[in-house]
């Protein structure tokens, strides 16, 4: 499996696809599929997942629940908040676990000059 990026230029857009090789018996030859993950973000340059995944949810359409939609607002903001801060502790474990692998890789290319 390989990532394929592939530029729209009708839309200036650049996909994402998850591309697999597979050997077609009837045709004799190889043949791929790829499967859309998603899009690039110009600004970021992040993937953002399309289809299902990657739509916004629906907002309420009655106007009785637009007090609701406003609370709900309030809760998803904090939620939002804890989440950015779980992912940042995440980030910062990750960012020390590289350091400590390229600490390693560092060690064993060390290892591999005094071998050869």
Same mark, same amino acid.
């Given at each position: 499996? /390989?990532?394929?990026? /592939? =530029? ?8 994402? =696809?998850?591309? =697999?090789? =597979?050997? *077609? ?35 309420? /359409? ?23 801060? *779980? ?21 064993? /290319? ?7």
């Amino acid at each position: 499996m /390989a990532i394929v990026k /592939a =530029y729209n230029k009708e839309r200036d857009v650049t996909y994402v =696809y998850d591309s =697999y090789s =597979y050997w *077609d018996k009837e045709k004799k030859q190889p043949r791929s599929k790829r499967k859309l993950i998603g899009k690039i973000d110009p600004v970021t340059g992040e993937v953002v997942p399309t289809g299902r995944r990657g739509r916004p949810k629906s907002s309420p /359409a009655n106007s009785d629940t637009n007090s609701s939609a406003a609370k709900q607002t309030v809760h998803k903001s904090s939620d939002q908040d804890a989440v950015i801060r *779980d992912l940042q502790k995440e980030i910062e474990t990750l960012r020390r676990e590289n350091q400590r692998l390229n600490k390693v890789i560092d060690r064993m /290319a060390d290892l591999l000059a005094d071998v050869r």
